[in-house]
């Protein structure tokens, strides 16, 4: 139905975009082409982004900081509690958000690479030296939590939230068929009891969209979310659209800004998804660059 397994973005062409951008950037620059971080033909090592992401100290010393902040912001909610859900009516640059009313306080979850981290997956992804291939994707989704772990402060997170009486819920882009096996991860990495179309949300789920925003209305229907927590934009909106600059600008504004840390709590993913995007013109500004005396501006 949805064409794409995986974990809520165009992820195939993306990274195969990317893997083809550094092919090319590469060429341009006359170096030898940099360990892509989603292929690599022989690799005699994991690429850059999933040596951090999976293995850095660095990467699990984020993530606890993530969780504890959020806790944290959990704790001082526990009065004058207020929805971090943009309104169906709104977007990032016009933000309002939803109404709590006397509903009961949740705290919204992305999964993959959320509240865990797909290690068995991205393993045989990075050996093939293929990329991103849909299918195996979904025997993974099947494969009823074997060779993943939790994020570093996330079960301690979530257990804290349910000690609270604060609901975890996880809007995830897995799909529809795999409930089963989605809520038999979760459990084994720690994360206690998930119901489908209670506390987890698929793909295709209340809207039939890939797209979280619809879900997300539902889930503020009858939740209180007081928090949000993702790797990706749209784990927070789908208003997070465009190039690598207009995304940047939109995420920085002061009404957007105020929210990181505060309600919405992000998470790092160097490996796959949206953040991995952008040519020389997007990621350097033309009044950034830096002329070395000996160097020029490079190529
Ligand atoms: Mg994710």
Redesign the pocket.
Known sequence: MFGVAG??WARPTLRWGVAAMFVALAGCAGRSPPVSVSVSAAPGSPPPGMQYLYGSAEAAALDIQTFGALTAFVERQAEGRASVVLAADAAPDRPAFTACGDRPPAVVF?????LVLNLGYEMLEARSGKGFDADRWSRWEMAEGVALMPLPGAVEAVAALRRRGVTPIVNTNRSAASAATAVAALAKAGFGPFRHGETLFLAGDVDGQRRKDGRRQEIARRFCVIAMV???LG?FSDGFQGDPVARRALATAPAIARLWGQGWFVLPNPVYGSGLAGDWDAVFPADKRWSDPVEGQGK
């Open positions: 974990r809520g992305d999964m993959d690479e959320t993702g790797d990706q784990d």
